[in-house]
Protein backbone atom coordinates (compact mmCIF):
# COMPACT_ATOMS: atom_id res chain seq x y z
CA UNK A 1 0.00 0.00 0.00
CA UNK A 2 2.97 2.68 0.58
CA UNK A 3 4.87 1.69 -2.00
CA UNK A 4 2.00 1.89 -4.12
CA UNK A 5 1.61 5.49 -2.80
CA UNK A 6 4.94 6.33 -3.63
CA UNK A 7 5.34 5.11 -6.76
CA UNK A 8 2.15 7.28 -7.62
CA UNK A 9 3.71 10.14 -5.97
CA UNK A 10 6.50 10.04 -8.54
CA UNK A 11 4.37 9.82 -11.48
CA UNK A 12 2.92 13.22 -10.75
CA UNK A 13 6.04 15.09 -9.06
CA UNK A 14 8.89 16.65 -10.72
CA UNK A 15 11.43 13.70 -9.30
CA UNK A 16 11.64 9.88 -11.13
CA UNK A 17 12.83 8.70 -7.60
CA UNK A 18 12.90 8.82 -3.56
CA UNK A 19 15.60 8.51 -1.57
CA UNK A 20 15.19 7.99 2.24
CA UNK A 21 18.00 7.46 5.13
CA UNK A 22 18.42 6.21 8.57
CA UNK A 23 22.15 7.08 8.74
CA UNK A 24 22.31 7.54 12.35
CA UNK A 25 18.94 9.70 12.70
CA UNK A 26 16.52 8.81 14.73
CA UNK A 27 14.32 11.45 13.02
CA UNK A 28 14.98 10.53 8.93
CA UNK A 29 14.72 6.67 10.57
CA UNK A 30 11.11 6.84 11.32
CA UNK A 31 10.27 7.60 7.65
CA UNK A 32 12.68 5.05 6.70
CA UNK A 33 11.30 2.19 8.92
CA UNK A 34 7.69 3.29 8.03
CA UNK A 35 8.09 2.72 4.26
CA UNK A 36 10.73 -0.20 4.43
CA UNK A 37 9.62 -2.12 8.16
CA UNK A 38 13.97 -1.48 8.44
CA UNK A 39 14.73 -1.01 12.34
CA UNK A 40 18.39 -0.62 11.87
CA UNK A 41 20.35 2.74 12.36
CA UNK A 42 22.61 2.60 8.43
CA UNK A 43 20.77 2.20 5.40
CA UNK A 44 19.13 4.14 2.34
CA UNK A 45 16.13 3.01 0.10
CA UNK A 46 15.51 4.42 -3.42
CA UNK A 47 12.47 3.64 -4.29
CA UNK A 48 11.68 4.61 -8.66
CA UNK A 49 8.27 3.94 -10.50
CA UNK A 50 9.54 0.42 -10.97
CA UNK A 51 11.23 -0.45 -8.52
CA UNK A 52 12.97 -0.23 -4.50
CA UNK A 53 16.04 -1.00 -3.57
CA UNK A 54 17.33 -1.08 0.00
CA UNK A 55 21.46 -0.31 0.26
CA UNK A 56 23.45 -1.35 3.69
CA UNK A 57 26.72 -2.64 4.48
CA UNK A 58 27.23 -6.51 5.82
CA UNK A 59 26.07 -5.91 9.81
CA UNK A 60 22.46 -5.44 8.39
CA UNK A 61 22.79 -7.72 5.33
CA UNK A 62 19.98 -10.54 7.22
CA UNK A 63 18.15 -8.06 9.19
CA UNK A 64 17.66 -6.42 5.57
CA UNK A 65 15.97 -9.84 3.86
CA UNK A 66 13.96 -10.51 6.93
CA UNK A 67 12.44 -6.80 7.14
CA UNK A 68 12.37 -5.76 4.05
CA UNK A 69 11.76 -8.69 1.61
CA UNK A 70 10.27 -6.44 -1.05
CA UNK A 71 13.49 -4.37 -1.59
CA UNK A 72 16.60 -5.98 -3.61
CA UNK A 73 19.15 -6.14 -1.24
CA UNK A 74 22.34 -4.33 -2.16
CA UNK A 75 25.70 -4.51 -0.11
CA UNK A 76 27.66 -1.98 -0.28
CA UNK A 77 31.22 -2.50 0.09
CA UNK A 78 32.93 0.54 0.32
CA UNK A 79 31.78 4.02 -0.97
CA UNK A 80 27.72 4.24 -0.44
CA UNK A 81 27.39 7.59 -2.35
CA UNK A 82 29.47 5.30 -5.28
CA UNK A 83 26.60 2.88 -4.43
CA UNK A 84 23.54 4.75 -4.57
CA UNK A 85 25.08 6.58 -7.79
CA UNK A 86 24.88 3.14 -9.36
CA UNK A 87 21.40 2.71 -8.27
CA UNK A 88 20.93 5.98 -9.93
CA UNK A 89 22.39 5.46 -12.96
CA UNK A 90 21.09 2.30 -13.41
CA UNK A 91 17.48 3.79 -13.44
CA UNK A 92 18.29 6.47 -15.64
CA UNK A 93 17.27 8.93 -12.25
CA UNK A 94 18.51 12.22 -12.54
CA UNK A 95 16.17 14.31 -10.29
CA UNK A 96 16.00 12.87 -7.08
CA UNK A 97 13.31 13.17 -4.14
CA UNK A 98 14.89 13.15 -0.43
CA UNK A 99 13.46 13.81 2.92
CA UNK A 100 13.73 17.11 4.54
CA UNK A 101 14.75 15.68 7.65
CA UNK A 102 18.25 14.24 6.97
CA UNK A 103 20.78 15.98 8.51
CA UNK A 104 22.34 19.03 6.68
CA UNK A 105 26.40 17.27 6.53
CA UNK A 106 24.26 13.80 5.07
CA UNK A 107 22.83 16.15 2.61
CA UNK A 108 25.60 17.84 1.84
CA UNK A 109 27.16 14.38 0.63
CA UNK A 110 24.76 13.25 -1.63
CA UNK A 111 25.40 16.53 -3.22
CA UNK A 112 27.89 14.35 -4.33
CA UNK A 113 25.63 12.22 -6.25
CA UNK A 114 25.60 14.70 -9.52
CA UNK A 115 21.53 14.81 -9.60
CA UNK A 116 19.25 17.49 -8.86
CA UNK A 117 17.82 17.07 -5.27
CA UNK A 118 14.53 17.72 -4.81
CA UNK A 119 13.08 18.27 -1.00
CA UNK A 120 9.59 15.70 -0.83
CA UNK A 121 6.98 18.26 0.92
CA UNK A 122 5.89 15.83 3.62
CA UNK A 123 5.18 13.03 1.62
CA UNK A 124 6.16 10.54 4.28
CA UNK A 125 4.04 12.12 6.69
CA UNK A 126 1.06 12.30 5.05
CA UNK A 127 0.86 8.58 4.67
CA UNK A 128 1.45 8.30 8.57
CA UNK A 129 -1.25 10.09 8.99
CA UNK A 130 -4.55 7.33 9.07
CA UNK A 131 -3.29 4.53 10.72
CA UNK A 132 -3.25 1.08 9.38
CA UNK A 133 -4.48 -2.09 11.54
CA UNK A 134 -1.19 -3.05 12.41
CA UNK A 135 -0.25 0.13 13.78
CA UNK A 136 -3.42 0.77 15.48
CA UNK A 137 -2.65 -2.93 17.44
CA UNK A 138 0.98 -1.83 18.50
CA UNK A 139 -0.28 1.76 19.98
CA UNK A 140 -3.00 -0.53 21.40
CA UNK A 141 -0.40 -2.52 23.13
CA UNK A 142 1.92 0.28 24.25
CA UNK A 143 -0.97 2.10 26.09
CA UNK A 144 -1.69 -1.02 27.84
CA UNK A 145 1.92 -0.89 28.76
CA UNK A 146 1.88 2.57 30.34
CA UNK A 147 -1.35 1.99 31.86
CA UNK A 148 -0.45 -1.18 33.45
CA UNK A 149 3.17 0.43 34.34
CA UNK A 150 1.19 3.97 36.11
CA UNK A 151 -0.99 1.32 38.18
CA UNK A 152 1.61 -0.86 39.49
CA UNK A 153 3.99 2.10 40.36
CA UNK A 154 0.80 3.94 42.22
CA UNK A 155 0.44 0.67 44.22
CA UNK A 156 3.89 1.87 45.63
CA UNK A 157 4.34 4.62 48.95
CA UNK A 158 6.01 6.91 46.68
CA UNK A 159 5.76 10.14 49.03
CA UNK A 160 9.61 10.84 50.70
CA UNK A 161 10.73 9.63 46.80
CA UNK A 162 12.41 11.09 44.81
CA UNK A 163 11.07 12.02 41.23
CA UNK A 164 13.76 10.77 39.47
CA UNK A 165 13.12 7.15 41.17
CA UNK A 166 9.69 7.31 40.65
CA UNK A 167 10.87 7.84 36.70
CA UNK A 168 13.01 4.73 36.96
CA UNK A 169 10.77 2.41 38.67
CA UNK A 170 7.99 3.67 36.01
CA UNK A 171 10.77 2.68 32.93
CA UNK A 172 11.70 -0.91 34.53
CA UNK A 173 8.06 -1.73 34.44
CA UNK A 174 7.28 -0.66 31.41
CA UNK A 175 10.68 -3.17 30.00
CA UNK A 176 9.54 -5.86 32.26
CA UNK A 177 5.71 -5.59 30.70
CA UNK A 178 7.53 -5.61 26.93
CA UNK A 179 7.89 -2.56 26.00
CA UNK A 180 10.82 -1.49 23.22
CA UNK A 181 12.07 1.39 24.78
CA UNK A 182 10.30 4.50 26.62
CA UNK A 183 11.52 7.87 26.59
CA UNK A 184 13.94 9.35 27.67
CA UNK A 185 13.07 11.58 29.86
CA UNK A 186 9.58 11.22 31.63
CA UNK A 187 7.46 14.29 33.23
CA UNK A 188 6.76 13.48 37.31
CA UNK A 189 6.03 16.89 38.72
CA UNK A 190 4.95 17.52 42.19
CA UNK A 191 4.03 20.18 44.53
CA UNK A 192 4.68 23.52 42.37
CA UNK A 193 6.23 22.11 39.93
CA UNK A 194 3.38 20.89 38.44
CA UNK A 195 3.42 24.72 37.08
CA UNK A 196 5.65 23.10 34.77
CA UNK A 197 3.90 21.83 31.63
CA UNK A 198 7.83 20.00 30.83
CA UNK A 199 9.00 19.18 34.35
CA UNK A 200 11.06 16.69 33.78
CA UNK A 201 11.39 14.30 36.71
CA UNK A 202 14.37 15.70 39.45
CA UNK A 203 15.56 15.67 42.28
CA UNK A 204 12.68 17.14 44.73
CA UNK A 205 10.74 14.61 47.00
CA UNK A 206 7.30 14.02 46.63
CA UNK A 207 5.42 14.96 49.77
CA UNK A 208 2.03 14.77 50.95
CA UNK A 209 -0.55 17.01 50.11
CA UNK A 210 0.46 17.67 46.72
CA UNK A 211 -0.72 16.88 43.03
CA UNK A 212 1.90 14.52 40.81
CA UNK A 213 2.04 14.83 37.05
CA UNK A 214 2.86 11.99 35.46
CA UNK A 215 3.25 11.98 31.61
CA UNK A 216 4.61 8.96 30.65
CA UNK A 217 4.97 6.86 27.68
CA UNK A 218 6.95 4.02 25.97
CA UNK A 219 7.32 2.49 22.44
CA UNK A 220 5.92 -1.20 21.33
CA UNK A 221 7.32 -2.48 17.98
CA UNK A 222 8.07 1.05 16.90
CA UNK A 223 5.09 2.87 17.79
CA UNK A 224 4.66 5.30 21.04
CA UNK A 225 2.74 5.67 23.92
CA UNK A 226 1.59 8.98 25.67
CA UNK A 227 -0.02 9.01 29.15
CA UNK A 228 -0.88 12.27 31.25
CA UNK A 229 -2.31 11.47 35.07
CA UNK A 230 -2.31 14.03 38.04
CA UNK A 231 -2.73 12.42 40.92
CA UNK A 232 -3.47 13.51 44.12
CA UNK A 233 -1.69 12.46 47.23
CA UNK A 234 -3.31 13.20 51.00
CA UNK A 235 -5.34 16.44 50.95
CA UNK A 236 -3.51 18.95 48.61
CA UNK A 237 -5.54 22.78 48.35
CA UNK A 238 -9.10 22.91 47.50
CA UNK A 239 -8.18 25.29 44.55
CA UNK A 240 -6.00 22.20 42.81
CA UNK A 241 -8.95 20.15 43.10
CA UNK A 242 -11.35 22.97 41.32
CA UNK A 243 -8.44 23.35 38.89
CA UNK A 244 -8.50 19.15 38.14
CA UNK A 245 -12.73 19.25 37.91
CA UNK A 246 -12.19 21.39 35.37
CA UNK A 247 -9.80 20.11 33.12
CA UNK A 248 -11.42 16.54 33.66
CA UNK A 249 -14.59 18.22 32.48
CA UNK A 250 -13.17 19.69 29.42
CA UNK A 251 -10.77 16.85 28.50
CA UNK A 252 -13.99 14.40 28.80
CA UNK A 253 -16.00 16.90 26.73
CA UNK A 254 -13.55 16.54 23.65
CA UNK A 255 -12.63 13.27 23.96
CA UNK A 256 -16.45 12.63 23.75
CA UNK A 257 -16.51 15.46 20.63
CA UNK A 258 -13.44 13.92 18.88
CA UNK A 259 -14.34 12.36 15.61
CA UNK A 260 -12.91 13.00 11.65
CA UNK A 261 -13.51 15.20 9.87
CA UNK A 262 -13.83 18.10 12.61
CA UNK A 263 -10.71 20.54 12.23
CA UNK A 264 -8.03 20.40 14.56
CA UNK A 265 -9.01 23.96 15.65
CA UNK A 266 -12.49 22.73 16.53
CA UNK A 267 -11.24 20.06 18.64
CA UNK A 268 -9.05 22.34 19.85
CA UNK A 269 -11.93 24.89 20.83
CA UNK A 270 -13.92 22.39 23.24
CA UNK A 271 -11.31 22.44 26.05
CA UNK A 272 -10.39 25.77 25.41
CA UNK A 273 -13.44 27.28 25.83
CA UNK A 274 -14.67 25.18 28.70
CA UNK A 275 -11.70 26.25 30.35
CA UNK A 276 -11.98 29.86 29.33
CA UNK A 277 -15.65 29.88 30.51
CA UNK A 278 -14.40 28.68 34.06
CA UNK A 279 -12.11 31.46 34.18
CA UNK A 280 -8.67 29.60 33.89
CA UNK A 281 -7.68 30.44 30.09
CA UNK A 282 -5.01 32.13 30.56
CA UNK A 283 -3.23 29.38 32.26
CA UNK A 284 -3.91 27.31 29.23
CA UNK A 285 -1.08 27.98 27.07
CA UNK A 286 -0.84 25.43 24.95
CA UNK A 287 -2.22 22.86 21.92
CA UNK A 288 -5.15 20.51 23.26
CA UNK A 289 -3.37 17.70 21.96
CA UNK A 290 -1.08 15.49 18.57
CA UNK A 291 -0.67 13.00 16.16
CA UNK A 292 1.01 9.73 17.88
CA UNK A 293 2.98 6.71 15.79
CA UNK A 294 6.04 6.42 14.99
CA UNK A 295 7.05 9.24 16.96
CA UNK A 296 5.50 10.35 20.33
CA UNK A 297 5.10 14.05 18.45
CA UNK A 298 3.95 13.70 15.20
CA UNK A 299 0.97 14.97 12.86
CA UNK A 300 -1.64 16.20 13.20
CA UNK A 301 -1.79 19.41 14.89
CA UNK A 302 -5.32 19.68 17.77
CA UNK A 303 -4.46 23.47 17.95
CA UNK A 304 -5.87 26.74 17.22
CA UNK A 305 -3.10 26.63 14.35
CA UNK A 306 -4.54 23.87 11.97
CA UNK A 307 -7.90 24.75 10.15
CA UNK A 308 -7.50 21.11 8.26
CA UNK A 309 -10.03 18.19 9.04
CA UNK A 310 -8.45 15.44 11.13
CA UNK A 311 -8.52 12.08 9.23
CA UNK A 312 -10.22 8.75 9.81
CA UNK A 313 -7.86 6.31 11.18
CA UNK A 314 -5.25 9.25 13.06
CA UNK A 315 -4.35 8.90 16.44
CA UNK A 316 -4.01 11.51 18.53
CA UNK A 317 -3.87 13.43 22.22
CA UNK A 318 -6.06 15.58 23.66
CA UNK A 319 -4.73 16.69 26.63
CA UNK A 320 -5.78 20.05 28.21
CA UNK A 321 -4.28 21.35 31.02
CA UNK A 322 -4.27 24.56 33.79
CA UNK A 323 -0.72 25.86 34.91
CA UNK A 324 -0.57 28.23 37.85
CA UNK A 325 2.80 29.20 39.27
CA UNK A 326 3.47 29.09 42.88
CA UNK A 327 0.43 26.33 43.23
CA UNK A 328 1.07 23.46 40.50
CA UNK A 329 -0.85 22.42 37.90
CA UNK A 330 -3.06 19.67 35.83
CA UNK A 331 -3.09 18.24 32.65
CA UNK A 332 -5.07 14.80 31.73
CA UNK A 333 -4.31 13.48 28.44
CA UNK A 334 -5.15 10.32 26.41
CA UNK A 335 -4.44 8.39 23.04
CA UNK A 336 -7.76 8.56 20.43
CA UNK A 337 -7.93 6.96 17.51
CA UNK A 338 -10.11 8.71 14.95
CA UNK A 339 -13.25 7.18 13.18
CA UNK A 340 -16.32 8.99 11.18
CA UNK A 341 -18.64 8.34 14.31
CA UNK A 342 -16.78 9.25 17.28
CA UNK A 343 -13.21 8.29 18.57
CA UNK A 344 -12.25 4.89 20.16
CA UNK A 345 -9.95 5.63 23.38
CA UNK A 346 -6.74 3.70 23.71
CA UNK A 347 -5.86 4.46 27.49
CA UNK A 348 -8.01 2.57 30.37
CA UNK A 349 -6.62 4.51 33.15
CA UNK A 350 -8.99 6.25 35.05
CA UNK A 351 -9.16 9.72 34.76
CA UNK A 352 -11.07 10.81 37.79
CA UNK A 353 -9.28 12.17 40.69
CA UNK A 354 -7.06 9.72 42.38
CA UNK A 355 -6.40 10.25 45.98
CA UNK A 356 -3.65 8.45 47.78
Known amino acids: MVLKSLKENIKKNKYQ???????????????????????GTYGVTIITEK?????TDFRYR???????SEFTFIEVEG????????VLKDNHISILGFDKKMRYQEYETYQKLEVELVPLQDTIESLRLAKQEFEIDRLQKACDITDQALEYTLTLDLVGMKERDVEVILKSKMLELGAENTWDRFIVASGERGAMPHGSASDKLIKNNEFVTFDIGCSYKGYTSDLTRTIAFGNPDPKLVEIYNVVYEAQVKAVKAAKAGMTGKELDSICRDYITEKGYGEFFKHGTGHGVGLD???????????????????????EPGIYISGLGGVRIEDDLILTEDGAIILNKFPKELIRL
Request: proline share 6%; hydrophobic share 35%; glycine share 6%.
Open 296 to 318: VHEGPRVSQTNPEPLNVGACITV
Open 79 to 86: SLVNAIKQ
Open 17 to 39: AIMLTGLENPTAAKNLRYVTGYT
Open 62 to 68: DQVKTEC
Open 51 to 55: NQYFL
